[in-house]
Nanobody, 129 residues
Framework: QLRPVESGGGLVQPGGSLKLSCATS????????VGWFRQAPGKEREGVSC????????NYADAVKGRFTISRDNAKNTIYLQITNLTPGDTAVYHC??????????????????????WGQGTQVTVSS
């Protein structure tokens, strides 16, 4: 299975916005949920958003609701994470990952039992003035 590839990170000022991309395959987008996770220095990795196979269900961590929006472009085989009103607390490496539970109508923000098995290299988001 091809690993997803993230892009779009960078250095932004507080209050700014970024749109992260997760490039994957047509088959992955059709069959499997995809999640976005982040890991800040010295902190555990946390799930921030996910989208189900087919794109019918999305979930968000409480800490990001109202600021993060997950979406997909089937023509480009890409999952996006739009982040607005960035704060220094959003500074982290952001990874997307594929949950190899085929045709799941839901998605989860946890990686229980290693269900997210294909991880990208990550993209760095730094929020600083």
């Amino acid at each position: 299975q091809l690993r997803p590839v993230e892009s779009g990170g960078g250095l932004v000022q507080p209050g700014g916005s970024l749109k992260l991309s997760c490039a994957t395959s047509r088959d992955t987008l059709r069959r499997y949920p995809v999640g976005w996770f982040r890991q800040a220095p010295g902190k555990e990795r946390e799930g921030v958003s996910c989208i189900s196979a087919g794109g019918t269900t999305t979930n968000y961590a409480d800490a990001v609701k109202g600021r993060f929006t997950i979406s997909r472009d089937n023509a480009k085989n890409t999952i996006y994470l739009q982040i607005t009103n960035l704060t220094p607390g959003d500074t982290a490496v952001y990874h997307c990952a594929v949950d190899r539970t085929p045709f799941s109508p839901t998605c989860t923000l946890t990686n229980a039992n290693g269900r997210y098995s294909d991880w990208g290299q990550g993209t760095q988001v730094t929020v600083s003035s």
